[in-house]
């Protein structure tokens, strides 16, 4: 069996050192990138068997990067860990996993990696119905991914206050309801 390969995409690094050295201990082979540009020619000259992405970058920010990865490389499984959002949903239309950053067991963080690189990728062309809202941690803009076009947009929401409850697609004009539920924040789209 050939050695399973990882595309980590982190602008610190200092965490794509640390990571790149946990994965391989793991017995996985490791790319590093340092944004989206750089991890998406990495994509083009040796397709990887998963992709480990941070949110908040430089150049290509890892929404950008995995709106890329799900329009033109569907089943190609993606994990995101970020330490500066919150998704509501752990698995939304552009990861299959989240992990936030100093908040999460390495056994977990392997487990799921070992299962998204188990099986054939089984994922349907069909749009989730209710698409992630990344809520900030520090002093990020909240976040919402359009279960249309797949690509993530800062929505208005005042400091300490809930986000608007409709709001319309940047892109491509698609109007999303967001919905508020007792735990946390969630969206379902038209």
């Known amino acids: 069996m050939s050695q ?19 994965l391989e201990q ?7 990138a340092e944004d989206g540009f750089i991890a998406l020619r990495k994509i083009q000259q040796a397709m990887p068997d998963l992709v480990i992405t941070d949110l908040r970058m430089p150049n290509m920010n890892g929404f ?7 329009t033109r490389f569907s089943q190609l499984p993606t994990i995101v860990i970020s330490g500066e ?3 509501v949903e752990q698995q939304g239309p552009l990861a299959d996993a989240f992990f936030q950053k100093g908040n999460y067991a390495l056994p977990d963080f392997l487990a ?19 698409p992630p809202v990344w809520t900030p941690t ?37 109007r999303l309801d967001i919905q508020l539920v007792a735990v946390g924040m969630a969206a379902t789209g038209d």
């Open 4 to 22: 399973k390969r990882i595309l980590l995409v982190d602008d610190e690094p200092s965490i794509r050192f640390v990571l790149a050295a946990i």
């Open 26 to 32: 793991a017995g996985y082979a490791v790319e590093s």
């Open 64 to 70: 950008e990067l995995l709106s890329v990865i799900r």
């Open 85 to 87: 959002f919150l998704s």
């Open 112 to 130: 799921t990696i070992g299962e998204l690189l188990a099986g054939p990728r089984k994922r349907t062309s069909e749009l989730p119905a209710r």
């Open 138 to 174: 520090g002093d990020a803009p909240v976040m919402l991914t359009c279960t249309q076009c797949l690509r993530s947009f800062p929505i208005d929401a005042c400091e300490g206050a809930m986000p608007p409850k409709v709001a319309d697609c940047i892109f491509c004009g698609t």
